[in-house]
């Protein structure tokens, strides 16, 4: 039996439906990830499991009880924001203990507990130092901390590491989801950023419109997409439609042909190889380890990524090659 179940999870705002028909069932200690671009229902759906919004129809349940309806201290939920909402005028220790304290815990409890989530999130030097003496990565470990002290029993994380730079946000997802596996916490994760989603979780629920489009595992969401909406969402698939398939592969399609750029195999034009298709490149970015071509074969632009080795790999404009393109890479999608 699953640890969280949402059955018919519904949420209009006046007119407006933000959530429809929503539907799922985690296990105890999963990692779970809502993909999705803004407005797409995923924080909503976030807010209703932790209590801030009422839904307008559904359930909500864990460990089979309902608390659709329950306050939000009762629900045993952590949940860490975006904006940190730390007070200003608390130290880290104080920060850290604020929910202990409401909740009436001895003062020796309260500081046994803080001190071993401050280990935990490695900010042991920083408890008498007050937010605006914290880097943006070193605030957000507090306002984790803080969630992780009350021991939740679901952990909500509401976009964390959006207002980070690149360097910190890396190393504290890597922090954050081996604190997960630690603890053996049941998480759920809200980003829009297809690399997070990719790396940290479990499993997958990508949204659009109030709606699941598709779930699963990362690896699956990622090389099997189901909709065309997932396919454009989840990388820098091509996308081709029945004409240009037609063109290019000779297949007839009803929707969408999806090919990863990295599925693409790029030989030299004089290779003999059997179903192969004439290219010539276009232009080229440089993405670091990753070379992204365009190249254009029969009328049709493809975007082609290789791996960037040495400086002799690039191919520039107009360098004619030949494509290789597996029939088990391509996926049909509407």
């Known amino acids: 039996m699953a640890y ?30 809502f993909l999705g671009p803004s407005g797409c229902g995923k924080t909503t759906v976030l807010r209703m499991i932790a209590g801030f919004e009422t839904p307008t129809s559904g359930h909500i349940r864990v460990g089979g009880e309902d608390i659709t309806h329950q306050s939000p201290q009762k629900r045993g939920i952590g949940m860490v924001f975006q904006s940190y909402a730390l007070f200003p005028n608390m130290n880290v220790t104080q920060n850290i203990g604020f929910g202990l304290k409401m909740r009436k815990c001895d003062g020796a409890e309260i500081a046994r507990k803080v001190a071993e989530v401050i280990k935990l999130v490695e900010l042991s030097g920083k408890e008498n130092h007050y937010p605006h003496e914290l880097s943006g990565g070193q605030r957000q470990r507090v ?30 997802r890597e922090q954050i989801r081996d604190i997960q596996r630690r603890l053996g916490l049941t998480t759920i994760f809200v980003t829009h950023d297809q690399e997070e989603a990719l790396t940290m979780s479990d499993r997958i629920f990508v949204m659009n419109q109030g709606k699941v489009e598709q779930e699963g595992r990362a690896e699956m969401v990622y090389t099997q997409p189901a909709t065309e909406f997932v396919a454009r969402f989840m990388g820098n698939y091509n996308l081709l439609g029945a004409a ?15 090919i990863r750029p990295e599925s693409i195999h790029v030989l030299d034009a004089h290779s003999q190889q059997a179903d192969t298709l004439a290219g010539t490149i276009r232009q080229h970015q440089l993405l670091g380890n990753i070379i992204r071509y365009q190249i254009e074969s029969a009328g049709v632009t493809l975007q082609v990524d290789r791996l960037n080795r040495t400086a002799s790999d690039l191919m520039p404009a107009g360098t004619e090659v030949r494509l290789q393109i597996s029939r088990d890479d391509m996926r049909e999608v509407r």
């Open 143 to 172: 306002a984790l901390a803080r969630a992780l002290v009350v021991e939740p029993r679901i952990l909500l994380l509401d976009e964390p590491l959006s207002a980070l730079d690149a360097r910190i946000r890396k190393n504290l």
């Open 244 to 258: 240009d398939s037609q063109r290019l592969l000779g297949l007839n399609i009803n929707g969408h042909l999806a």
């Open 4 to 33: 969280l179940t949402i059955n018919n999870l519904h949420k209009r705002f006046d007119d407006h439906v933000v959530v429809h028909d929503f539907n799922m069932s985690i296990e105890q200690g999963e990692f779970v990830t």
